[in-house]
C-alpha cells in the first residue's frame, strides 16, 4: 500500500515536473523570439537612420507639400511635424511659408513653435528657411508693421518698389549672383536661374550673411548663410535641378 501511494506520487511528480519542463522550454522560446525580434527591429532601425530624418515645420504654411516631395526625391526621410520632440530628434530642420508675414508669426506662435525654432538654431542644427520663412527670421517686415518675427538674424523686410514694365509681385525666373563661399550654391554654374514668387525682399544689414543676390527693381538678397541659419527668398524646391541640388547642399551639410 505504501509502494502504491508513492509511486503514484512519483507519477504526479513526473507529470509535474514535466509540465515545468515544457513551461520552462515556452518561456524561453518567447524569449528567444522576443530577442530575436528586438534585434531585428534595432538592426532595421540602425539601417533605416542612414538616411537623415527632415523636419518641414507645420503651421499652415501652404507650399509644405513640395518641400516634402523634394526631400524624399533626394533620399532623406521629412516629417511634416510641429512635434518639438520629434524636431529636436531631426537631423535638419526646414521652415517654408507661403502668406502674409502677421499671419505666419501668429500661427507659429499659435502652434508654440517659436521656442522650438529658437531651439533648434541654438542646438546647432542646420535650418533652412524658403520664401517666407526667409522673412520670418527677421524681426519686422513692412507687409506686417504690427508682427514681431523671429529675429533671428538683422535685416529689413521691404515691399519691392513699383518700377516701370515689372509686375509685383514678382512671380517667375530670376538669375543668382553667388557668393563663392556660400556653401548652400556649392557646385552650382555661374548665375543660375530659380523660381521666385513674393512681393516683399530682405535687406541685410551684414553684407557677409549674403550668400547670393538678385535684381528685380531694386537690389535683392535672395540667400543668407550664418553659421547653421540659412534661407532662400525662391522656392528651390520649385526651381527644377538647380533647386534641387540647392536641397541637396543643405541636407549634405555639417555645421
Avoid at 7 to 32: H, M, P
Avoid at 94 to 114: H, N, Q
Avoid at 191 to 201: E, K, Q, W
Avoid at 233 to 255: A, C, T, W, Y
Amino acid at each position: 500500500s505504501t509502494r502504491v501511494r508513492s509511486s503514484a506520487a512519483s507519477d504526479v511528480y513526473k507529470r509535474q515536473l514535466a509540465n515545468i519542463i515544457i513551461v520552462t522550454d515556452r518561456l524561453s522560446e518567447i524569449w528567444l523570439m522576443t530577442t530575436l525580434r528586438k534585434s531585428t527591429i534595432m538592426e532595421k532601425t540602425r539601417y533605416e537612420r542612414t538616411k537623415q530624418m527632415i523636419s518641414i515645420l507645420d503651421y499652415d504654411a501652404g507650399n509644405i507639400k513640395s518641400v516634402e516631395k523634394a526631400v524624399q526625391y533626394l533620399g532623406e526621410e521629412a516629417v511634416i511635424t510641429r512635434d518639438r520632440d520629434v524636431i529636436m530628434a531631426s537631423d535638419k530642420v526646414i521652415l517654408p511659408g507661403v502668406g502674409s508675414f502677421g499671419d505666419a508669426m501668429g500661427k507659429i506662435r499659435e502652434y508654440g513653435l517659436e521656442n522650438v525654432i529658437y531651439d533648434v538654431v541654438d542646438a546647432g542644427k542646420p535650418f533652412l528657411g524658403i520664401c517666407l520663412g526667409l522673412q520670418l527670421l527677421f524681426k519686422t517686415s513692412e507687409e506686417s508693421p504690427e508682427a514681431t518675427g523671429l529675429g533671428i538674424l538683422d535685416g529689413e523686410i521691404l515691399r519691392i518698389p513699383d518700377a516701370p514694365g515689372l509686375k509685383i509681385p514678382q512671380i517667375g525666373w530670376n538669375n543668382l549672383e553667388i557668393n563663392p563661399k556660400a556653401r548652400l550654391f556649392k557646385g552650382l554654374p555661374e548665375n543660375p536661374y530659380v523660381y521666385f514668387v513674393h512681393s516683399y525682399y530682405l535687406k541685410a544689414k551684414n553684407p557677409e550673411d549674403v550668400a547670393a543676390s538678385t535684381f528685380y527693381s531694386t537690389q535683392i538678397h535672395a540667400s543668407v548663410e550664418r553659421g547653421n541659419v540659412f534661407a532662400c527668398q525662391f522656392h528651390p524646391e520649385k526651381s527644377s535641378e538647380v533647386g534641387l541640388k540647392i536641397l541637396k547642399n543643405f541636407i549634405d551639410l555639417e555645421v
